[in-house]
């Protein structure tokens, strides 16, 4: 299958090499721009499991907020942050001296100064904004934030400057399309609204760009390349290569950075292992995932935990538009039924399946029974991983306003940089499964009702609009690929 009219020739890459050879590039990253509540200034680390303790946590580089005194000191008022933790064996040297000419860094030094002005201000009244009709600003509540102003600025900051290049390399279906409905909702909607949205965000001038997103759908490599049963993901990692040596010969902004500020997003199972076509892509580019899994490659500090959302129809179930007033009394403990996929599921069902009528646990849904109603009906809704780490129950959960009971490992939870988990969702360690009723009883009235409240506040995270609004999960998405930029300076 051609990915394009003009591949162009082995010629035209050798002199790419050279010309890459003899430039000297200095890529800074300047890592953990994130908003946490732990610390005086803003600025740490997010837990994964909600335990406190050290090896269930997963780390992310504390940083050191430069004041204006200090980065005038060291001759460089363009950084904003400076992280004092890297996780790479080499650090890369830090050029001191922005480029004057470069504008793009230095709007990005100046979005950078904002944000971690907006981070010292603890004040979080400021942060409690409602949101009008006209859209101009935003904030419902702070308890759902780890820090509501850095926030708030940032996303002012990625509305006033962030510029995306499409690449228009690469033909239909496996590029520049994807999935719309079912279980893959979320790569074909970004991908589709991307191509065709009227959304700020896209530029035509590739220069004007900060990232670049190869608009490549994973999902459909396997639907058209895969050989069904035969586990064999060699073609899949064979075309990634290829459109990225096809985009690194045509232009020139993948060979400037190694790929650091390009991007790719995809919600199979498999796309983690049809990046490895390419090391650079691998290692260094943004990989926006659904199966974001950090025992398998997924990187926090530079990788994206994408949403996965089960539209059937592409649609949203019409119970969960509207779930039923917070007052109204719901019968139920807790709420699963889903197939025995993965070990954890295995654990669950061996615990609950049919042994208390409190905990409604089924592996197969009963015929007389509705699945959406019995989350509506349930103040808890499980959400186990499967064989992979994403589940579409903790999206569902939200809609319905049944508090999400984690049940994982290793999964970094969607927009943790930005949003505390802890504020609309439980995390049950793996191990504390059979006592997964006392821990659910255990939870008070008032908690629950505060949890409830913060999952009517971070609903609008999780909906995908046609066409997008403010604040919804394609603009949530752009945003953690936008975190992910500001922490990458390019001199």
């Not at 066409?467 to 936008?482: A, C, E, R, Y």
Request: glycine letters at 6%; a positive charge; proline letters at 5%.
């Amino acid at each position: 299958m051609s990915m394009t009219k003009n591949s162009g020739g082995g010629s035209t890459l050798s002199i790419v090499i050279s010309v890459v050879l003899a430039t000297s590039v200095a890529i800074i990253f300047v890592l953990g721009i994130l908003f946490s509540d732990d610390g005086a200034n803003g600025f740490g680390s997010f837990n994964n499991s909600g335990s406190d303790e050290a090896d269930h946590q997963l780390k992310i580089p504390m940083v050191e907020l430069v004041t204006t005194a200090a980065a005038r000191a060291r001759n460089d008022e363009s950084i904003a942050v400076l992280s004092s933790e890297f996780s790479s064996k080499s650090k890369p040297t830090v050029k001191r001296r922005a480029n004057k000419n470069n504008k793009k860094e230095q709007g990005l030094a100046k979005s950078r100064a904002a944000i971690r002005k907006a981070a010292s201000n603890r004040n979080l009244s400021s942060a409690i904004i409602n949101i009008n009709n006209n859209g101009s600003s935003i904030l419902s509540s702070s308890t759902i934030y780890r820090n509501p102003t850095a926030f708030f600025q940032s996303y002012k900051e990625m509305e006033k400057r962030f510029k995306v290049y499409v690449y228009e390399e690469g033909e239909l279906p496996i590029v520049h399309d994807g999935p719309c409905k079912d279980i893959y909702t979320s790569e074909g909607r970004f991908i589709h609204e991307m191509e065709h949205g009227n959304n700020r965000f896209r530029t035509s001038n590739p220069r004007a760009a900060h990232v670049y997103f190869m608009p490549f759908s994973v999902t459909w490599m396997v639907k058209y390349l895969y050989t069904p049963d035969t586990y064999n993901l060699t073609p899949l990692k064979q075309f990634v290569s290829d459109y990225v040596k096809l985009i690194s010969i045509k232009h020139p902004f993948w060979n400037t950075t190694q790929g650091a500020d390009h991007f790719m997003l995809s919600c199979h199972d498999w796309a983690p292992h049809a990046s490895r076509g390419n090391s650079f892509l691998y290692n260094t580019s943004i990989r926006v995932l659904c199966n974001a899994n950090s025992s398998e490659g997924f990187n926090p500090q530079r990788d994206v935990s994408l949403p996965e959302i089960h539209l059937y129809g592409g649609n949203v179930n019409p119970k969960l538009i509207s779930p039923p007033p917070s007052n109204l009394s719901r019968p139920y403990l807790a709420f699963f039924a889903g197939g025995l996929h993965g070990p954890i599921r295995s654990i669950l069902l061996q615990h609950w399946k049919g042994r208390d009528s409190d905990l409604r646990i089924y592996e197969y849904l009963p015929k007389d029974q509705d699945y959406y109603n019995s989350m509506l009906w349930s103040k808890f809704c499980l959400c186990p991983s499967g064989y992979e780490v994403a589940s579409p129950r903790i999206v569902e959960a939200v809609y319905a306003e049944c508090i999400p009971v984690i049940l994982s490992d290793h999964y970094v939870l969607p927009f943790s940089d930005v949003l505390k988990w802890e504020a609309f969702s439980i995390q049950v360690d793996i191990s504390e499964i059979p006592r997964l009723k006392e821990i659910l009883l255990g939870v008070s009235e008032d908690k629950y009702l505060m949890l409830k409240e913060g999952l009517r506040a971070v609903r609008k995270h999780f909906v995908l609009n046609q066409p997008v609004k403010k604040f919804d999960m394609f603009h949530m998405i752009l945003h953690s690929v936008w975190l992910r930029r500001l922490n990458l300076r390019v001199g």
